[in-house]
């Protein structure tokens, strides 16, 4: 099946935007090339060798994405709603020397596995913040996500 095809299958509201985009385990496997596990709950993504992840409050999460997107460099972000919603930004994995540096302040690795929405997951425990291009797959270099993160805390404008 293409990504086209994926695509399609996945439903839009009445104005025509998309419904709540969620895949299956196997389309984040074979489209989307993620070490994804499932079991009757959801869909896992292994954070490691293959796929890195950062964490941070989801306002300031918008900002970034808002700059990223700007650049062209934007990727997937996963929304966890709760008391204090936070964002996850799936990333390249990091090097040795990126795990080495410090982070900004309000931003943590993600280590852990982390879960995916598939068509069965409630809105409430995630959902994607902004979905995975299933035309163009790739994800940002953790720097470029750390460095966006850097401009808008402190203001620099490159």
């Known amino acids: 099946m293409t990504a086209a095809n994926i695509a399609a299958l996945h439903a839009v509201d009445g104005d025509g935007r998309p419904e709540s985009v969620a895949f299956e385990v196997s389309e984040y496997r074979s489209v989307l090339h993620w070490p994804v596990d499932g079991d009757s709950?959801?869909?896992?993504?292994?954070?490691?060798?293959?796929?890195?992840?950062?964490?941070?409050?989801?306002?300031?999460?918008?900002?970034?994405?808002?700059?990223?997107?700007?650049?062209?460099l934007a990727g997937p972000v996963l929304a966890v709603?709760?008391?204090?919603?936070?964002?996850?930004?799936?990333?390249?994995?990091?090097?040795?020397?990126?795990?080495?540096?410090?982070?900004?302040?309000?931003?943590?690795?993600?280590?852990?596995?982390?879960?995916?929405?598939?068509?069965?997951?409630?809105?409430?425990?995630?959902?994607?913040?902004?979905?995975?291009?299933?035309?163009?797959?790739?994800?940002?270099?953790f720097s470029s996500v750390v460095g966006a993160v850097r401009s808008v805390l402190y203001g620099h404008r490159f």
């Open 41 to 72: 709950l959801g869909a896992y993504l292994e954070v490691g060798p293959e796929v890195g992840a950062l964490r941070m409050r989801a306002g300031l999460g918008a900002e970034v994405q808002w700059w990223l997107r700007l650049r062209m």
């Open 81 to 141: 709603p709760g008391k204090r919603t936070e964002w996850t930004f799936l990333t390249q994995p990091a090097t040795d020397d990126q795990r080495r540096r410090p982070l900004p302040p309000g931003v943590e690795p993600v280590t852990a596995r982390v879960l995916l929405p598939t068509p069965d997951t409630d809105r409430s425990v995630t959902h994607w913040a902004t979905a995975p291009d299933l035309a163009h797959p790739s994800l940002p270099l």
